[in-house]
């Protein structure tokens, strides 16, 4: 391993750890296919309809989040939220995978860098720009961590055959949320990216470092592309959240 003048480029590739994911997966088996969603309420409204009990679940210090088995058209599929930011992302996906996870559609909310994007609209992304720090963990330093291009189509026909417009372009990925400055956004923009959310490049890099399949599907929330930071209302849109959920785990049982 080649010394860098910065810690975080010097990239080593040895998949062995001091600690390891299984460490924490207490014997648990879970479906290889897994839906990961940031909207709590969406989880809760499924358990309360669908009777689901979790089977296991991802752990910090300050909080649990339980995983829930469920069938999709009778596919055994799971359902979990993961841990916020670049590094909770990549660590989560580390966990599922010793538990027998394998392939993740992820659905969340970013904000958007484009003042064409309405709060709702749905954003694939293609590309994840890293500007955070886990990614150089699982991947050499490059500008760019990527989701899965056969994830990506699914979910591209998903959204075509349900008639639900959708923009693809690149996301700007950063572990800073009060450092989104004027200039950064600005560059960010220029180069392409529709959005700025903080786990894209964290679940790429990991699932792409550990021969995992990961693709992720936003919609336009808060609006940072203005003078003036627009919240509007973004927590609110729980039609637009529940249908994302919908749409990932039907789309990742029909794979």
């Not at 923009?167 to 960010?188: F, N, P, Q, S």
């Not at 529709?194 to 679940?203: I, R, S």
Request: aromatic residues 8%; proline residues 7%.
């Amino acid at each position: 391993m080649k010394e860098q003048p910065f810690p975080i480029l010097e990239f080593d590739p040895d998949p062995d750890a001091v600690i390891s994911p299984a460490d924490w997966a207490g014997g648990a088996r879970l479906p290889h296919r897994c839906v990961l969603t940031f909207f709590r309420e969406i989880v809760e409204e499924k358990c309360a309809a669908q009777g689901l009990q979790p089977l296991a679940a991802l752990r910090s210090e300050i909080v649990t989040l339980p995983i829930y088995p469920l069938e999709v058209g009778g596919v055994p599929v799971c359902l979990a939220m993961p841990f916020a930011g670049s590094a909770g992302a990549a660590g989560a996906l580390d966990e599922l995978a010793a538990m027998g996870c394998g392939t993740f559609l992820i659905c969340g909310a970013a904000g958007a860098l484009q003042s064409g994007l309405t709060a709702g609209r749905l954003i694939l992304p293609t590309a994840a720009v890293r500007d955070e720090g886990a990614s150089y963990h699982y991947l050499p330093p490059g500008r760019e961590a990527l989701p899965d291009p056969e994830l990506v189509a699914a979910l591209e026909r998903a959204l075509a055959a349900r008639g639900l417009p959708f923009v693809t372009g690149k996301t700007w990925t950063t572990d800073a949320l009060y450092r989104e400055t004027r200039g950064k956004i600005a560059r960010r923009a220029a180069e392409g990216c529709l959005t700025v959310e903080m786990e894209a490049a964290g679940f790429f890099a990991a699932a792409s470092f550990r021969g995992l399949q990961a693709a992720q599907l936003l919609y336009a929330a808060d609006d940072v592309s203005g003078e003036a930071w627009a919240e509007r209302g973004w927590r609110d849109q729980r039609g637009v959240r529940r249908a994302l959920v919908d749409l990932c785990l039907e789309t990742i049982a029909a794979l």
